[in-house]
């Protein structure tokens, strides 16, 4: 992947969390990106209340939809305390 198709790939994800922002800040929670792996694995971070809720998995499934609506070639969203089972 060129530089420019990583700025694209990038921007398409935070418009993505854009999108969800709403709805988790809502909650009293929020996302923030932390990494996009060579594997197109999208590495996120749950802060507030979204960081320790019961739904997080839920939540989680719900931002990788909205994410490989707009950034089709992600093969993973995964939040940070999930990462370490992840290799790149």
Request: no cysteine; net charge neutral.
């Given at each position: 992947m060129d530089q420019l198709q990583q700025i694209e790939l990038k921007e398409n994800i935070l418009k993505?969390?854009?999108?969800?922002?709403?709805?988790?800040?809502a909650d009293?929670?929020?996302?923030?990106l932390v990494n996009i792996s060579v594997k197109k694995i999208v590495t996120v971070k749950l802060t507030g209340a979204c960081s320790d809720c019961p739904h997080h998995y839920q939540t989680l499934a719900g931002v990788e939809e909205v994410i490989k609506?707009?950034?089709?070639?992600?093969?993973?969203?995964?939040?940070i305390d999930e990462r370490e089972d992840i290799s790149d």
């Open positions: 993505s969390l854009d999108k969800v922002r709403p709805y988790l800040n009293g929670g929020d996302i923030e609506k707009n950034a089709p070639s992600v093969s993973q969203v995964v939040s």
